[in-house]
């Protein structure tokens, strides 16, 4: 069912600190699934074992066709582009592998046209 919003919190390798300030003052229950769409392509994330001590939601590094559940936080991986199929996430290789890729706008422009829920952009400077 995807009649729950999804947050998504865009940024770069410099976004740590802004991702615990929102992950600890979140409620756990605000009914959205809030995924981290960070700037990475070369060395792998670790910001799913590092979120964890910051808030009660789960936390998950995203897998090929891992469910979308509301009150759980998602975390792109490295070197990858983000879609939703149906009730789940699509991974692809990253589209753009030189210069800043475009990792946050390949998974804006498939949540707008893909997901029906209501849709929420947080950017990271």
């Not at 600890?24 to 001590?53: F, Y």
């Not at 990253?94 to 949540?111: A, C, E, N």
Request: with cysteine.
């Amino acid at each position: 069912m995807k009649n729950f919003p999804i947050v998504c919190v865009g940024g770069s390798a410099g976004g740590l600190d802004a991702y615990i300030r929102l992950l600890k003052n979140l409620p756990i229950d605000m009914g959205v699934a809030i995924v981290i769409v960070n700037h990475i392509t070369i060395m792998p994330t670790q910001l799913h074992t590092i979120l964890p001590g910051y808030t009660r939601m789960p936390v998950d590094l995203i897998t090929e066709n891992l469910l979308i559940e509301p009150n759980h936080v998602y975390i792109i991986p490295e070197n990858r582009d983000l879609h939703i199929k149906s009730d789940g996430f699509q991974l692809k290789p990253i589209s753009k592998p030189r210069g800043w890729p475009d990792v946050i706008t390949v998974f804006l422009r498939s949540l707008t046209r893909y997901w029906d829920g209501k849709l929420i952009a947080v950017f990271n400077k």
